[in-house]
Every structure is written in C-alpha cells, then in structure tokens.
C-alpha cells in the first residue's frame, strides 16, 4: 500500500469575526480570551472539521472545493491510473456517517457523472448491495461501518479514509480491503488517500515496516490482458492488436466559468483566465487542501519527492523493461516507484 497523507488547512470564523487556522500538523492557536468559551477547543479539532461537509448558498448542492472533495479527486485520479490496466479496478470510500457518506456520494456523482453504491445499517439489505458491487465493475463503494472484516472485494484497490472510528484495529481491517489479490497476472497496487492525522500516519508506518520486500511477489510486468478477449499485450499498449480495444484515455475535467466561460479544474477557486471568484466564502473556510508526502514500506516520502518521481514513473518502467536486464529490473522492483525520484538524487550526488 502507499499511503497518502492528505493535509487541510481550515479557518474557523467565529460569530464574532475571529478567525482562527487549523490544519493537520499545527493544532489551533485559540487567544487567551477566546479559552474560557466551553467546548471551542474540542469543535476545533483537525479530525472533527475534516469530517464537516461544506455545501453552496443552497445548502444542498455539496461545495467541490471542499476538503473531502479534494480527497476524492485525488482517490479518483488513482482509480483512473488502475484502471488503464486493470479495467473493473474500484474504490472503496470509509465515511465516518451516513450523512457524509450521503455528501461524499453526492460528490464523486458530480465528479464521475455515475451514483456511487452507499452501504450502511440505515438501508435494508445491505449485504446485497455489497455483493452487488462486488459482481460488477462499478467505479467506486460508499461504506459506513459496513466493509470490514469478513467482507473480501478482491477488485478494490483505492481506499479513501475517513472514518468514524480511529483504532489501529480499524484501521487494520480497512487496509485489508484493498490488498486482495486478483491472481498471479495481478501488476496492480493499492493505494490510501487519508487525513494527514499523526494517529493514522502512526498506523500506517506500522502497517508498511511489516510489509518488507520479503513479501513482494517477484515479477516483472512486462505485459497486460484485454478485458475483451484476454489477449496479453504489451504493458504501455493503447489498442489491443486482437480485437481492436481501446484502453480510455484520462479526460481531465473542468467547470466554466460564470464570467468569461473559460474551463477551469472543478476545484479552482478563481478563474485562471479572467481570475473572477468560482467559490464562496463559508464560515468554514478550507484555505488549503493538498497531499502532504507519502508513506510507503515505512519510509516517509516528501511531497516534491512523490510528485517528481509520478513524472518520472512511465518513462523510466518503460526504459528498464525495454532494457531486458533481470537484474536492473530485480533491483527496481523492490522499490516503490514513489521512491524513484530520491534514488535518483542520492545518484546524481554520488
């Protein structure tokens, strides 16, 4: 699993109009007058806005610059990633309640255009709903409290978490969802989007320094199979040479905008043609939502590290596997592909 940490910068606005910054890493600064107002500290919490849904002036239609929405933008672009080669890959979001669950539903309906399936005791037969989902090639599962142990859904491999409960073991099961193994053909990852939480990053530290690469299976991935007609394929193919298929392409999408009509990504907060406003201001202010770095095989990987090596990623498997050289391609293997970039400065020093 590679585990990333997202980060959110909140500015709470008090009623009256002081604003305080609450993120991840830095817990609130509450001014010493503002300390003797009972419960502030606690409804200040990282984790408690983290889990509040901000919606538009209609205060039905969910905000998707929202600190949730931009998680599941990035669980999105993950599945999208998966899914070039493994077609019916899915994702599996952990709400922490029914109403988020409902909004975090909501948002991924206006990101992908398709009603996600939601799991929860509130609903009847919800065994079947999973079992349903399981048998199909649906993009993504809402669950609360629902896919847990015992639950084996051997497709998913994205998993965005924000749950209710923050146990080890919880967290445990649910990394357990997307670590099942399709067979030996699978070349698939599985990958975490979760809240830059100390509690969580703990966990997950744990969770890879267990997972050495002892227990990586060896192989080269060198090829890829057709959904249609099962044909084996070059890794980097985009049409299959039997039946004629085309892997889809990643569509970015966009918003236009109300002033100038230019297309914007669906979270920008201005027009980056014109610059006119594209959100509103809430009392609830996300300032900033992004990943913060990434954990994989215990090591902490900085985000300017991940994202250069996600540029490097495509090239350099092409270059290796191109190469032939067993050894070469062992020798990669055993690194995530998150840690390229850094392997890459520690050589150019050298």
């Known amino acids: 699993i590679t585990f990333h940490r997202h980060e959110g910068l909140f500015n709470v606005v ?33 984790y408690r806005l ?5 919606y538009m002036p209609d205060g039905i239609t969910p905000d998707l610059t929202s600190y949730q929405s931009t998680m599941i933008e990035y669980g999105i672009s993950k599945l999208d990633d998966l899914r070039m080669n493994m077609p019916n890959a899915g994702g599996l979001i952990i709400a922490p309640s029914v109403e988020i669950a409902n909004y975090m539903a909501d948002v991924l309906e206006a990101f992908e255009g398709e009603r996600p399936a939601i799991v929860h005791n509130q609903i009847k037969n919800p065994e079947a709903k999973i079992a349903a989902f399981r048998n199909s090639d649906k993009k993504w599962l809402v669950s609360v409290a629902m896919v847990s142990e015992g639950v084996d859904i051997k497709r998913l491999r994205v998993l965005v ?17 997307v670590v099942r193994t399709m067979g030996n053909d ?3 990852r599985a990958y975490v989007v979760m ?9 997950a530290t744990r969770v890879e320094r267990e997972m050495g690469p002892v227990h990586a299976k060896d192989r080269a991935p060198t090829e890829k199979s057709c959904p249609v007609c099962e044909e084996k394929v070059p890794l980097n193919a985009s049409v299959c040479g039997c039946c ?15 002033e100038c009509e230019g297309l914007n990504p669906l ?6 043609h ?18 913060v770095g990434a954990i994989v095989r215990g090591m902490e990987i900085d985000e300017a590290d991940v994202l250069e090596a996600e540029e490097l990623r495509d090239n350099v498997r092409r270059k290796i596997l191109k190469s032939g050289d067993e050894k070469l391609i062992y020798i990669v293997k055993q690194l995530p592909e998150e840690s390229w970039a850094s392997l890459k400065h520690i050589l150019n020093a050298e």
């Open 50 to 54: 983290a889990c509040t849904p901000t």
């Open 267 to 272: 979270t920008a907060k201005e027009c980056m």
């Open 195 to 203: 809240p830059a939480h100390p509690i969580f990053e703990l966990y």
């Open 14 to 46: 008090l009623k009256d109009g002081d604003r305080i910054a609450v993120s991840g890493k830095k817990g609130p600064e509450i001014p010493k007058v503002l300390k003797k107002i009972r419960g502030l500290q606690q409804a200040l919490d990282f």
């Open 244 to 258: 004629g298929h085309k892997w889809p392409e990643n569509i970015a999408k966009l918003k236009p905008c109300h």
């Open 186 to 188: 699978d070349l698939s």
């Open 274 to 291: 014109c610059g006119a406003t594209l959100g509103v201001e809430f009392d609830l202010d996300l300032n900033d939502a992004r990943r």
């Open 161 to 177: 978490y924000l749950p209710n409960a923050r146990t080890e073991l919880s967290f445990r099961q649910a990394m357990g969802r």
